[in-house]
């Protein structure tokens, strides 16, 4: 499963709900798959991901969509626990997993060696979770993650495109502006 | 006022109801009134980076945040500071409790609360000193103004002058 396709699952189910995009490719290929004023891409902070969602999700009704990655959660295990602690019904976290920093080199991450970030959030008091491998368990777990109570903390197992996508030309100072004004106006 | 009202008081005032925070003891005082108030959502969270990017979530949802924690839990914060707060603008009032001052007794603590306000200073983030209770609320609420004015974090940071410092 190629995470283009996987995000442009995630923008056909996602309706006006915030997406916050981990820095790099993911970030990037969201903007490419639909860019929308409700796209939260991060270019730096790497491990804020689900923090920055976890944040959003105590804020405000809206479901809110974290899209993580691996090497990125690991730097930050703690949200997983911090979210257990909250257990807000309208998060939803998606970890794209390619097991590598696919960033500095595709050295392999831990969830190539053994660390299962599924039990992690298990271990975390989170209940719905799940992993997938492909686009159609995808379909119907992000589908039930739209529709009921979480937060939910799904894994998906993806690989990397040969080539990366262009750099999305989008400014940090601009994206905040712009996502905040779809909340106060 | 005493000085953990007057600080309740400011952050409703300005309307800031999502207070992510790393528990200190110097400044339990404030955190625990914000614990016990329906006004607030008090966040707690493993560390003190993870805290700003809760507060800047809730920012970016209209919703105004604050962060609390003591000046060793700043160095765990400076990447989400200098790649979110400061790249994306947000006006994130950070309390700090600064150790290695006057009556410190932990040797650990004395290198990173002395460098606080240098590093501080190194970003351009603006940083108040509370020593005293004394027109505490007026320093308050111009620093607040200041925050949201130029959509960047600021920090307040509380000596053991003011909160009389942690009992070994």
């Known amino acids: 499963m190629l995470r283009f396709d996987a995000t442009q699952l995630v923008l056909r189910h996602a309706g006006d709900s915030p997406i916050v995009g981990n820095l790099g490719p993911t970030s990037d290929e969201l903007y490419h798959a639909g860019h929308r004023d409700r796209n939260f891409y991060t270019y730096g902070n790497m491990g804020l991901c689900s923090s920055i969602a976890l944040g959003m999700a105590l804020s405000t009704d809206d479901k809110v969509i974290s899209l993580d990655g691996d090497g990125s959660l690991l730097m930050n295990l703690g949200t997983i626990a911090t979210i257990g602690r909250e257990m807000p019904e309208n998060l939803v976290v998606l970890v794209w997993d390619n097991e590598m920093w696919g960033q500095t080199g595709g050295q392999s991450s831990h969830t190539a060696t053994g660390t299962n970030l599924e039990d992690v959030a298990k271990s975390c008091g989170i209940s719905k979770t799940t992993t997938v491998d492909d686009l159609e368990t995808l379909e119907e777990a992000f589908g039930r993650a739209m529709n009921e109570p979480g937060p939910w903390f799904i894994v998906a197992k993806i690989e990397e495109a040969a080539e990366y996508m262009p750099v999305a030309p989008v400014e940090p100072e601009f994206t905040l502006y712009r996502f905040r004004n779809t909340y106060i106006e | ?168």
């Open chain 2, 1 to 168: 006022m005493p000085w953990a009202e007057t600080i309740v008081d400011t952050l409703k005032k300005w309307d800031t109801s999502l207070i992510a925070y790393v528990p200190d003891i110097s400044i339990d005082r404030v955190t625990s009134i914000i614990d016990a108030d329906p006004f607030f959502h008090l966040v707690s969270c493993t560390r003190e980076e993870e805290a700003v990017g809760v507060a800047v979530g809730s920012y970016a949802v209209g919703r105004n945040a604050a962060v609390f924690m003591q000046s060793s839990g700043f160095g765990n914060s400076i990447n989400g500071i200098a790649s979110l707060c400061l790249p994306s603008r947000t006006p994130i009032p950070i309390f700090m409790n600064l150790r290695g001052q006057v009556g410190e007794f932990n040797i650990a603590q004395v290198a990173m609360g002395r460098n606080t306000k240098p590093i501080l200073d190194l970003f351009g983030i603006a940083h108040y000193t509370i020593e005293s209770e004394d027109r505490m609320d007026t320093l308050l609420d111009g620093v607040m103004k200041l925050c949201h004015a130029h959509r960047n974090p600021v920090a307040i940071c509380m000596t053991p002058m003011l909160h009389g410092g942690k009992i070994a």
